[in-house]
């Protein structure tokens, strides 16, 4: 098999274009259907930049996070949207992106025990030397997978930015294969991981390209001639390896559908147009 395959983080990107659209859209049915929208144009740019040849959307399911019990602080920082209003509540647009992406004839699931993150890098990992990969997203996290045929997108319309490998060396002076190493150093506010403390983007990676590894920095760190530094690494050696293991995805995660089965050969009509066939607007 030959091709292309998009890999779409369907949380990250309804919530970019829920929280990012201007204002509040309601049809005339008084439903608010502004993420939905937002997605929808979204998704057809992605496939008339990327022109792929397999496409599936991957969504977080309502289940216990399993790296909860490495760390209760894990995405602890995140909004509960439980109490708030339907409008306000991107989660409630749910029911209608999916009717969007069955009537694209686009492949679509949510997770039963793991993140969507898991299911993208096994996709990833399982078709990387038969098919080119394109990973829409802004979860940093995703770096990890950068290498030889895949590459991150993330899409901000004309600023859209396709991170690959020359890229991931320009910006962070590291490879993808050591992106998890660098990222146990300098934490993750996002995901409410608490890094090294005092060590920053350079350092890290001067470190991750000294030693190769946490492991090998965990048994090594003492050979470190800065002495403030060696200081801060001594006293966040525990923290390390369950950095490591909260942020390296799981590339053996459960797959739903076969390769094949996220063929995509549909030419993507216009928003209003995939709407209007979704029930959304007359």
């Known amino acids: 098999m030959s091709g292309k395959l998009l890999l779409v983080d369907g949380m990250n990107l309804l919530f970019q274009m829920f929280f990012g659209m201007p204002s509040r859209i309601f049809n005339s049915q008084g439903r608010a259907i502004h993420g939905t929208m937002g997605f929808t144009g979204a998704l057809r740019r992605m496939l008339e930049m990327t022109e792929p040849s397999h496409v599936l959307v991957v969504f977080d399911g309502e289940h216990g996070n399993p790296r909860t019990r490495l760390s209760a602080e894990y995405k602890a920082n995140r909004p509960d949207f439980t109490d708030v209003p339907e409008e306000e509540n991107p989660f409630s647009q749910l029911p209608d992106i999916y009717r969007v992406l069955d009537g694209m004839g686009i492949r679509h699931c949510e997770t039963e025990d793991c993140e969507a993150d898991d299911m993208i890098a096994a996709y990833a990992a399982a078709c990387r030397s038969t098919m080119d990969i394109v990973v829409s997203s802004f979860d940093s996290d995703f770096f990890q997978?950068?290498?030889?045929?895949?590459?991150?997108?993330?899409?901000?319309?004309?600023?859209?930015v396709v991170c690959d490998e020359a890229w991931l060396t320009g910006k962070y002076g590291i490879e993808g294969r050591s992106y998890v190493d660098f990222k146990s150093l300098t934490g993750d506010a996002a995901d409410n991981?608490?890094?090294?403390?005092?060590?920053?983007?350079?350092?890290?990676?001067?470190?991750?390209?000294?030693?190769?590894?946490?492991?090998?920095l965990i048994k090594e760190y003492t050979s470190i001639e800065n002495r403030r530094l060696r200081g801060l690494i001594g006293n966040g050696l525990d923290r390390l390896p369950v950095n490591k293991a909260l942020i390296k995805m799981d590339e053996c995660a459960r797959m739903p559908y076969k390769a094949e089965e996220l063929e995509f050969s549909g030419r993507p009509a216009s928003t209003r147009e995939i709407l209007t066939a979704a029930g959304l607007l007359p």
């Open 145 to 160: 997978l950068i290498g030889p045929g895949v590459s991150v997108m993330r899409y901000r319309g004309e600023k859209t």
């Open 193 to 216: 991981i608490r890094g090294i403390d005092g060590v920053g983007p350079k350092t890290a990676a001067a470190l991750v390209n000294r030693f190769g590894t946490i492991e090998n």
